[in-house]
């Protein structure tokens, strides 16, 4: 016999108190903290709970008896629903206030290490159409909101493309308007969307494993580029002519589109670092300015989704590492090259180190089209080739700047930075939690000597935090 569900309580008039992880408010009852999603402080709620632990809960909110003052109104029809954008209900003022916070807690909490005064979070000019890059998934299985499921609203097509839902690998909420990006992205996206539906493309079933349009990427760029990768799963002769009819429909109507690329993806997985991408129309990259330097970026090329955020980022990282022109600097997780070929005209050489062979070639070409000549630039895994015989190769580092993925740096490179001693480091993260962590694995030896947030993504609880320590 199946065993009866708990109900789970309402909780009534609380109000929310703070900003937590993850875009949630907090509201604490007695030793209760309870998280809530969409919601301010300042709020008034009736909330009912969906998980209970013994010492905190999830909720959501079913009532507003009173809206905070400090609440903003969403400009986005989609949320509450999409999963990004969470803290659209928060004055921008506010959400950077919460994220100097955020990372001052973590550092201290986690890292435990002793800091300065921080220096004040660097916001956003652009708070909307912000982003370079855009990913979009394709599903036989639309998204039915709870509204759309109240009102019993019935749906010819069930097609959807635009983003997956949070706990819902398989399923894809349709977006008609994204402010992220300029509004290209809405004009391709739509386009695609309604071709599909007039010439019956089928669209992907994650389960199956079937369906031709499975993904779109649109990157855009300060020099006026535009580019647009479609990932298919094309399975059978039919379905190739479909996708080079898609592809040609693509370059006819856009001829803004610089670079019109594809690739066939018939793994488990939207990951395509493994697979060959065709050039249909225009280039295999494009390229973005930066303080008068031109990187190339390839559509599997890392490269900061903020381009104006990411000079500001960039500069602090640079004024952090103090060059005089006499630095052998080391640059790890080095990606296209950006930080590297950014600070080498203040350094004697640098050299960078990423796991991603295309990254890496993309690197050597914007050290060469910008006649850059004192880079070198390492392909592989970060943790095996940074090690003891590497540093005695190509010298110690007088400047260490690193900026790994969420996850931070494997205990491997953190080993081999404190023996190569370098005087100063320089690290950038887009994790204050794993940030905090490395920072007291490296504070034996080495003190934090500033730090200063970066906002790069708008109306989200990330943040990019720069930290400048000396060796003691």
Known sequence: MARKRKELPILENITITDVAAEGKALARIEDLVVFVPYAVPGD???????????????????????????????????????????WQCLPYEE???????????????????????????????????????????????????????????????????????????????????????????????????????????????????????????????????????????ITNPTEQTQALELMQY???????????????????????????????????????????????????????????????????????????GNELVYDLYTGTGTIANFVSRKAKQVIGIEYVPEAIEDARVNSEINGITNTLFFAGDMKDILNKDFIEEYGRPDIIITDPPRAGMHQDVINTILFAEPKRIVYVSCNPATQARDLAALDEKYKVCAVRPVDMFPHTQHVENVVMLEKR
């Not at 010492?55 to 509450?80: D, L, N």
């Not at 982003?131 to 009102?151: D, Q």
């Open 44 to 86: 008034v709620v009736d909330l009912q709970v969906k998980k209970k632990k013994h010492h905190y809960c999830e909720a959501e909110v079913i009532r507003f008896h009173q809206y905070s003052e400090k609440r903003a109104t969403p400009f986005c029809q989609h949320f509450g629903v999409c999963g990004g954008c969470k």
């Open 95 to 233: 959400q950077i206030k919460y994220k100097q916070k955020q990372v001052y807690d973590n550092l201290t909490r986690i890292g435990k290490v002793s800091l300065p005064e921080m220096l004040p979070i660097l916001g956003s000019v652009k708070t909307e159409a912000y982003r370079n890059k855009l990913e979009f998934g394709f599903s036989n299985k639309r998204w039915i909101t709870p509204e759309e499921i109240k009102n019993g609203t019935q749906f010819e097509n069930m097609n959807a493309v635009g983003f997956h839902t949070s706990g819902s690998f398989d399923k894809i909420l349709p977006i008609e308007k994204c402010w992220l990006m300029d509004d290209i992205n809405n004009k391709i996206r739509n386009a695609i969307r309604d071709y599909g539906y007039k010439k019956g493309l089928s669209f992907h079933d994650q389960r199956e494993h079937a369906g031709l349009l499975r993904n779109m990427m649109i990157r855009n760029s300060n020099t006026g580029e535009l580019m647009v990768l479609m990932q298919f799963c």
């Open 250 to 324: 693509l370059g006819d109507t856009f001829p803004e589109i610089t670079s019109l690329l594809y690739v066939n993806n018939l793994k488990y997985n939207d990951t395509i670092g493994d697979l060959d991408v065709i050039t249909f129309k225009g280039n295999d990259h494009i390229f973005l300015e930066m303080e008068g330097l031109k990187f190339k970026v390839g559509p599997k090329s890392f490269y900061q989704t903020n381009t104006d955020q990411a000079y500001e980022l960039y500069k602090v990282a640079r004024d952090f590492a103090g060059l005089t």
